[in-house]
């Protein structure tokens, strides 16, 4: 049982659990009611399946650059893109020798993800900008791109095809469930069967004495920051999917901060070094969670980044090793006899 409570994903799963609790006992069992219309389910709890599968591929690439210590607060900015260029290859506003094929606009859209992320890691790797710094830059421009590729508009598709990419069912249950799924044993498989995830917490704790070691410190922060690059690009196809369009002004406007928040709720430390994904997926779903409940209870809308700027406060706070200290210092500490009994 100790073993089991030592591990990352114990707690923030715990704290999934709770909020789950909560929300249910005071909606009146309505959170839990899961109803069936032609073979789909639907429900507040599908909801945050569906919706929340975007923060669980965002977090899984967001998982590794905070790992290393860096960050990318760019992805908001590269979901745009990658919608836009999906959007406008599917409607034939570029490209149209493709006759607006869904599958590869997806690829050339993901792939310009990795275009955006290779900036971003020749950035952090090669220049050795600070990573808040030299992201912000793909934060700024970004849209600025995206709003090219769109000719300034919101594009707007009629492809059934890609819609089902967001709005779409398989037995039952929302396709963008099985696509994180997908997204999320990929990385499971690349830092637990391979030396690249110990190679990132390497860096994170010590990148000089992980360069000493042997670690090609450089081209893993390539790495890393592509596959940000690239799980940005598919949150920004499956949000486009799901509005049959393209809204560069608004598409993953502000999700910068849910995807660092799904990473700190998992556990992983801002400051680098341990990390885990399954961990950062469960704070993806604990953060959708918290945005369905608000929402559902008839919060208003803006009170919602209010509330989770005060959970990023919380995180932080308990990731603070002199918090914690005057925290316990102010606490009644027992006597050796009470500690014996």
């Given at each position: 049982m100790k073993k089991l409570t030592q591990k990352m994903e114990f707690k923030p799963f715990c704290v999934l659990i709770a909020i789950i609790l909560i929300c249910g006992i005071v909606s009146g069992g309505d959170f839990f009611k899961i109803t069936i219309v032609d073979g789909h389910l639907y429900g507040r709890l599908i909801d945050i399946l569906r919706n929340g599968s975007r923060y669980a591929i965002l977090a899984a690439g967001m998982t590794m650059a905070l790992g290393t210590g860096g960050t990318d607060i760019s992805v908001g900015s590269v979901m745009a893109i990658s919608g836009a260029i999906a959007c406008s290859i599917v409607d034939g506003r570029i490209l149209?020798?493709?006759?607006?094929?869904?599958?590869?606009?997806?690829?050339i859209a993901i792939l310009a993800g990795a275009i955006c992320g290779a900036w971003n890691g020749f950035m952090v790797a090669k220049l050795k900008v600070q990573p808040m710094v030299a992201t912000m830059?793909?934060?700024?421009?970004?849209?600025?791109?995206?709003?090219?590729?769109?000719?300034?508009?919101?594009?707007?598709?009629?492809?059934?095809?890609y819609y089902k990419i967001s709005g779409g069912y398989f037995l039952g249950?929302?396709?963008?469930?099985?696509?994180?799924?997908?997204?999320?044993?990929?990385?499971?498989?690349?830092?637990?069967?391979?030396?690249?995830?110990?190679?990132?917490?390497?860096?994170?704790?010590?990148?000089?004495?992980?360069?000493?070691?042997?670690?090609?410190?450089?081209?893993?922060?390539?790495?890393?920051?592509?596959?940000?690059?690239?799980?940005a690009a598919l949150a920004g196809i499956i949000e486009s999917a799901g509005i049959k369009g393209a809204d560069c002004n608004n598409c993953g406007l502000m999700i910068e901060m849910d995807g660092i928040l799904a990473v700190a709720i998992g556990g992983t430390a801002l400051s680098g070094g341990r990390f885990s994904i399954i961990s950062s997926v469960i704070g993806a779903l604990i953060v959708q969670t918290i945005t369905t409940t608000i929402?559902?209870?008839?919060?208003?809308?803006?009170?919602?980044?209010?509330?989770?700027?005060?959970?990023?406060?919380?995180?932080?706070?308990?990731?603070s090793k002199i918090f914690m200290e005057k925290v316990k210092a102010l606490l009644p500490k027992r006597t050796e006899k009470e500690v014996h009994e």
């Open positions: 149209p020798g493709l006759n607006g094929n869904v599958a590869l606009a997806v690829i830059i793909l934060l700024t421009a970004g849209r600025g791109i995206a709003q090219l590729v769109a000719d300034g508009k919101i594009v707007t598709i009629t492809s059934e095809s249950l929302p396709i963008p469930m099985y696509i994180a799924i997908g997204v999320i044993i990929l990385f499971l498989l690349l830092t637990k069967c391979t030396a690249f995830g110990m190679q990132v917490e390497s860096i994170g704790v010590n990148p000089e004495s992980s360069r000493l070691a042997g670690i090609k410190v450089e081209r893993n922060l390539w790495i890393i920051y592509i596959l940000c690059g690239m799980t929402y559902a209870f008839g919060v208003a809308p803006e009170l919602t980044r209010v509330a989770k700027a005060i959970i990023v406060i919380i995180v932080c706070l308990l990731q």
